[in-house]
């Protein structure tokens, strides 16, 4: 069964830090970017986040430019989103999504182009 697996959210205060991961079974993602995205409450999901399939690329939504780092180890399968001075405004649920096209060359935050995603991953900024 091929899928993404995150983990790592949970409740954080106010300018505190979590770390998300997000491991893949059942395929490789080697030859994949891979792009965080949020759902916050009422809102339509958004990109966070991406990682070309060689990591040599990244991209940043604006608004956590400067306190998020994505970052893959393709040994472990795993990419991980760094999360530090976090605000309540970036609770959300949170996916990772592996985009095969181009061999991963690219990143983008166009949903459909987007082969696989995760379950989702709470996170709550809150004091």
């Known amino acids: 069964q091929l899928q993404l697996v995150e983990s790592g959210g949970g409740l954080v205060q106010p300018g505190g830090s979590l770390r998300l991961s997000c491991a893949a079974s059942g395929f490789r993602l080697d030859y994949y970017a891979i792009g965080w995205f949020r759902q916050a409450p009422g809102k339509e999901r958004e990109g966070v986040s991406c990682i070309t399939s060689s990591g040599a690329s990244t991209m940043y939504a604006d608004s956590v430019k400067g306190r998020f780092t994505i970052s893959r180890d393709n040994a472990k399968n795993t990419v991980y989103l760094q999360m530090n001075s976090l605000k309540p405004e970036d609770t959300a649920v949170y996916y990772c999504?592996?985009?095969?096209?181009?061999?991963?060359?690219?990143?983008?935050?166009?949903?459909?182009?987007?082969?696989?995603w995760g379950q989702g991953n709470q996170v709550t900024v809150s004091s």
């Open positions: 999504a592996a985009n095969g096209a181009g061999a991963g060359r690219q990143c983008v935050f166009r949903e459909f182009q987007y082969d696989y």
